[in-house]
């Protein structure tokens, strides 16, 4: 955890900005994987961390914002528990390391929500992403569960999105702590990836890396020679000559904050001319938006610059055709791009996405788009000094959505499919770095990992 004082100023800055009523927070509990005494790796909500810190299961915590008081609702540990699991704070010592004076227990949580509405007071919540937060919370205010989305504060959600945005400087330093490990798992899968190794093996010495290093992966890794598939799940495959393996993988530090990076790696170590002609046209996309960056620039703006790229560059390889700027407004890149250039990254790897993408990522006058791929963009609003996000642009060649569009005839001005169909074994390319936004511009977050395709190369062949 941080000092105490690090969470009684963002809980004094809530109750600045949100003036009236109570906010519950309800922090998560185990979840079982296939019986209830066997859990899956407990991870604590992030907002409950970011104003709380406390990382056990089983917590509440409530903001009066009319009287000023924070209290922690909790059950201390008995006999039996401590039997299993070794001694125990009790739950007045741990609220006492986030600055909180005043616990209670979990079991008159219910009667105090009770009166509170009674009183006609305003209980404001965040919108539960867990089965278990959402009974929880249904039960507590005597609400349908199904209908808590609806109900949750909008007031409360764009309070603490405000806040958990910008990013202060000791998250920032957090962030990079979790891109030393990436570093380490990144540069541990570029010496790793020779044909004949299974993905699974690279899978598993990531997962360990970063286990050992702080509290794991951030997401579930996507390490895969089938790239073209955006977020591959399964490590089955083994390694061979000319394949392609994208890595998008980061690590989570001991205080749960993430890292994101993917590199795209050629199996054997040196990228053959086709695939280093795509990869070139990825890297400037990457290069140039992180060079570009700023506060002010719309993240929409600096995606649609992204797409130009991919655009043109597809196009001097005849796999394009026509005006790029066109094909971008139209839309007809997102065949080989039908993703967001990148999202915020902080104490979730989609930050604060639980809370909902379009309140972070978009105001009125920047509605989402519904164009296919476009409308996967995250975020579009202007940066500000502080934000943390991704830029991530990649290249794809996915067999079934070139078949539909190929069929339907889409966009026949802007694509050679008859060039397009000889590249349907590629795979794909993405490059992702983390970048924190300044006062005049970005600084690229963590120490360089080898990025271009002669360092990949190089790093490949070390031992
Ligand atoms: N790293 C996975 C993603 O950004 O969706
Ligand atoms: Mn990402």
Same mark, same amino acid.
């Given at each position: ?11 004094? *800055? ?28 407990? *991870? ?50 741990? #609220? ?12 008159? !949580?219910?009667?105090? /929500? ?35 989305? &609806? ?11 405000? +806040? *958990? ?9 957090? /962030? ?29 010495? !990531? ?7 702080? #509290? ?21 495959? /083994? ?70 790229? /991919? ?8 796999? +394009? ?5 066109? #094909? ?36 009125? @006058? &920047? #509605? ?37 569009? @190929? @069929? ?21 390319? *993405? ?8 006062? @005049? ?23």
């Amino acid at each position: 955890m941080f000092k105490s004082v690090v969470y009684e100023k963002r809980r004094a *800055r809530l109750h600045e900005i949100m003036k009236s009523g109570l906010a519950l927070f309800i922090g998560n509990v185990e979840a079982p994987m296939n019986y209830p005494g066997n859990t899956y790796h407990f *991870r604590q909500d992030s907002s409950f961390i970011y104003y709380f810190g406390i990382d056990i299961p089983g917590l509440a915590g409530i903001m009066d914002f009319d009287s000023g008081k924070d209290i922690i609702y909790g059950t201390d540990f008995d006999l039996d528990d401590i039997v299993w699991m070794g001694p125990q704070p009790t739950v007045k010592e741990l #609220a006492l390391k986030c600055g909180v004076k005043q616990t209670s227990s979990l079991s008159m !949580l219910s009667e105090i /929500i009770n009166k509170e509405k009674t009183k006609k007071r305003k209980i404001h919540f965040l919108p539960p992403y867990r089965g278990e937060t959402r009974l929880t919370l249904g039960s507590l205010l005597r609400e349908n569960p199904c209908q808590l989305d &609806t109900s949750a504060s909008v007031e409360l959600i764009k309070a603490v999105i405000s +806040m *958990r945005s910008i990013k202060e400087e000791l998250e920032i330093k957090e /962030i990079e702590k979790a891109l030393d490990t990436g570093y380490d798992m990144h540069v541990t899968a570029m010496k790793m990836c020779k044909p004949g190794v299974n993905e699974k093996d690279i899978f598993g010495a !990531l997962e360990g890396i970063a286990y050992s290093k702080g #509290a794991g992966p951030s997401f579930p890794s996507i390490i895969s020679i089938n790239g073209q598939t955006l977020h591959n799940h399964s490590h089955f495959n /083994i390694l061979k000559n000319n394949d392609l393996l994208v890595n998008d993988s980061g690590a989570e530090t001991d205080l749960h904050y993430a890292s994101d990076i993917t590199r795209t790696i050629p199996v054997g170590g040196k990228f053959n001319s086709r695939q280093k002609e795509i990869y070139e046209i990825v890297l400037k996309a990457n290069t140039e938006s992180i060079k570009n960056a700023k506060p002010g620039l719309s993240n929409l703006n600096l995606h649609l610059a992204a797409c130009r790229i /991919i655009a043109s560059g597809l196009k001097d390889l005849g796999l +394009m055709k026509g005006d790029s700027d066109a #094909a971008v407004k139209a839309g007809a890149h997102a065949l080989f791009m039908p993703h967001g250039l990148g999202h915020m990254l902080g104490l979730d790897v989609h930050d604060m996405e639980a809370l909902g993408e379009n309140y972070i990522g978009y105001k009125s @006058k &920047t #509605a989402r788009s519904k164009q296919f791929g476009l409308a996967y963009l995250r975020f579009a609003l202007p940066f500000k000094p502080g934000h943390v996000l991704t830029i991530e642009p990649g290249c794809y060649f996915i067999p079934e959505l070139f078949a539909k569009w @190929k @069929k339907e005839g889409k966009f026949k001005q802007f694509i050679n499919y008859q060039k397009v169909e000889s590249y349907l074994d590629f795979g794909g390319i *993405r490059i992702e770095d983390d970048i924190l936004i300044t006062d @005049k511009g970005n600084r690229l977050l963590g120490k360089p990992i080898p990025k271009t395709a002669s360092e990949i190369e190089k790093t490949c062949a070390t031992k």
